[in-house]
Structures are given as structure tokens and as C-alpha cells.
């Protein structure tokens, strides 16, 4: 019996609560106003993707050893498809890079220093995206 009227003050303010604070609905037509009117930043210019050349070779050697494991979206054989490519990651929401590997060209959208992390992420973001074309890549 104690414990019902402490369930039934318990519910009580609960419901006092609740009833002074306003809740906005939200309609259809709100939401696809706001995804219509969002601004999407602009992707970085070729020349921001270009390989760095203020870096020594060991920082880049030292850099690369610390992320052995990368999530790629795409990799050419041409510099300029894949900073293209790039780009349109970038505007789906990737902020990635290109890296040459063997004369390829990759476009890198994660790195990890962990092989399970980097499994989990690719399984992710295959799951999220639909994209079964990711893979990693391992240096």
C-alpha cells in the first residue's frame, strides 16, 4: 500500500511537470524547409588537396606509421579523377584525402592505428551508406 502512493506522488509530479512545459510539433513541411535551406559548405579546391611539401620525409614516414590502416572510397591511377572524387565525398559529408600508394592514387576517408577499429568503422559506414565498393587499405 506504502509503496502505491509513493508510485501515485511519484506519477503526480511527473505530470505536473510535463504539463508546464510547451512541446513544439513538428510537420512535415518544417523539416523539408530546413533540409531544402541548409548551406552546404564549398569542397576544398585541388590545390588544398595537393601533397604536402613542408613536411620532412621522416615526419611524413613518421605520421604514416602511426595509421597502418586506412578506409578508402575510391583510388585512379590519375591525380585528377581522384581529387574529383574526393570532392564529392567532400560534399556528401567525407572530409578525405588523396594518397599515392604504388602509383595509385586513393582516396582515404578514415585512418586508424587499430585493425578492429577499422573494421567496425568500414562495416559502419558500408551499413550506413550502402556502399559495399569501401575497403581497407593497409601500409
Same mark, same amino acid.
Given at each position: 500500500? %506504502? $509503496?502505491?502512493?509513493? +508510485?501515485?506522488? +511519484?506519477?503526480?509530479?511527473?505530470? #505536473?511537470?510535463? #504539463? @508546464? %512545459? /510547451?512541446?513544439?510539433?513538428?510537420?512535415?513541411?518544417?523539416?523539408? /524547409?530546413?533540409?531544402?535551406?541548409?548551406?552546404?559548405?564549398?569542397?576544398? $579546391?585541388?590545390? $588544398?588537396?595537393?601533397?604536402?611539401?613542408?613536411?620532412?620525409?621522416?615526419?611524413?614516414?613518421?605520421?604514416?606509421?602511426?595509421?597502418?590502416?586506412?578506409? !578508402? *572510397? *575510391? +583510388? +585512379?591511377?590519375?591525380?585528377?579523377?581522384?581529387?574529383?572524387?574526393?570532392?564529392?565525398?567532400?560534399?556528401? *559529408?567525407?572530409?578525405?584525402?588523396?594518397? /599515392?600508394?604504388?602509383?595509385?592514387?586513393? !582516396?582515404?576517408?578514415? #585512418?586508424? #592505428?587499430? %585493425?578492429?577499429?577499422?573494421?567496425? /568503422?568500414?562495416?559502419?559506414? @558500408?551499413?550506413?551508406?550502402?556502399?559495399?565498393?569501401?575497403?581497407?587499405? %593497409?601500409?
Amino acid at each position: 500500500m %506504502k $509503496s502505491l502512493k509513493y +508510485s501515485l506522488i +511519484s506519477l503526480i509530479l511527473i505530470l #505536473s511537470a510535463c #504539463s @508546464k %512545459k /510547451e512541446l513544439t510539433k513538428l510537420d512535415g513541411t518544417n523539416i523539408v /524547409e530546413l533540409t531544402a535551406n541548409r548551406k552546404v559548405p564549398k569542397a576544398p $579546391s585541388p590545390e $588544398s588537396q595537393q601533397l604536402s611539401k613542408k613536411f620532412s620525409l621522416t615526419q611524413i614516414l613518421e605520421n604514416r606509421a602511426l595509421f597502418n590502416y586506412h578506409i !578508402v *572510397g *575510391g +583510388s +585512379s591511377k590519375r591525380k585528377n579523377t581522384a581529387l574529383n572524387l574526393s570532392q564529392q565525398l567532400y560534399k556528401k *559529408g567525407y572530409p578525405c584525402r588523396v594518397i /599515392e600508394t604504388n602509383g595509385k592514387y586513393r !582516396v582515404v576517408i578514415q #585512418s586508424f #592505428s587499430n %585493425k578492429k577499429v577499422a573494421v567496425r /568503422e568500414l562495416k559502419r559506414l @558500408k551499413k550506413l551508406n550502402h556502399k559495399p565498393d569501401l575497403w581497407i587499405l %593497409k601500409e
